[in-house]
């Protein structure tokens, strides 16, 4: 493992935690009272999409292993469309998620909606990105002993993190402290953001730390 191929981990996972600095500050120079709180809906959207747009740009630059014979227009058109569909998928398999476990099922639709998309951005879009619409290869990085490069290492680690901060930003919700970031699903959404910028900010050091141990196989 070479110490130049964490250090392009490390600077793609900054420039995607700043492109979530940069969705809270850039809107407010468009929207008037623009702020994660009061207009929590729309910073979600935007969210989603300053952290969808980086991580194409990234992946797209940076992945590793790419194959250049399947490069044909058709090709990406349809590997396209089926990220989208993947996609989709992802939000409305979280939005269920979500009201079996008490979200509301007719009220507040459109916030567990957006609640699903952000996750599935900080979960599903990397996973798509790097692996592509390839459930095998999914299942084969989130295994035990699956993973074949750094990148996919990262991709556990964050998408592990992103999930433990959707649970732990669930615990306030039923506190009885009056606060305006306990409204469903502020603070779940927040926990999600917290735990995805915790997992870009641990997974290069955990890796770094641990180089000499970690041996990948070929895929």
């Excluded at 493992?1 to 809107?27: A, G, Q």
């Excluded at 952290?51 to 227009?73: E, F, I």
Aim: aromatic share 16%.
């Amino acid at each position: 493992m070479k110490d130049t191929d964490i250090k392009r981990l490390l600077y793609t996972h900054l420039l995607c935690i700043f492109s979530i600095i940069l969705s809270i500050f850039i809107p407010s120079f468009f929207l008037e009272n623009f702020s994660i709180l009061e207009t929590h809906l729309t910073w979600l959207c935007v969210c989603s999409v300053f952290v969808t747009a980086v991580n194409l740009v990234l992946y797209l630059v940076v992945k590793p292993n790419a194959s250049s014979k399947r490069s044909s227009l058709s090709y990406k058109v349809t590997r396209f469309l089926k990220c989208c569909i993947y996609f989709l998928m992802s939000c409305f398999f979280f939005h269920v998620i979500f009201v079996l476990y008490g979200a509301p099922l007719i009220e507040l639709v459109l916030e567990t909606f957006l609640f699903a998309v952000i996750l599935s951005t900080f979960t599903t879009v990397p996973c798509l990105c790097l692996l592509g619409p390839n459930i095998k290869a999914w299942l084969r990085v989130f295994s035990r002993n699956g993973v074949t490069s750094i990148w996919e290492n990262s991709l556990q680690i964050t998408t592990i993190s992103s999930f433990i901060g959707t649970w732990l930003g669930a615990f306030p919700i039923p506190l009885d402290w009056e606060r305006p970031w306990q409204v469903w699903p502020i603070s779940c959404t927040l926990g999600a953001t917290f735990g995805y910028v915790a997992g870009l900010v641990i997974s290069p050091l955990w890796i770094y730390w641990n180089r000499k141990q970690l041996t990948y196989k070929n895929n």
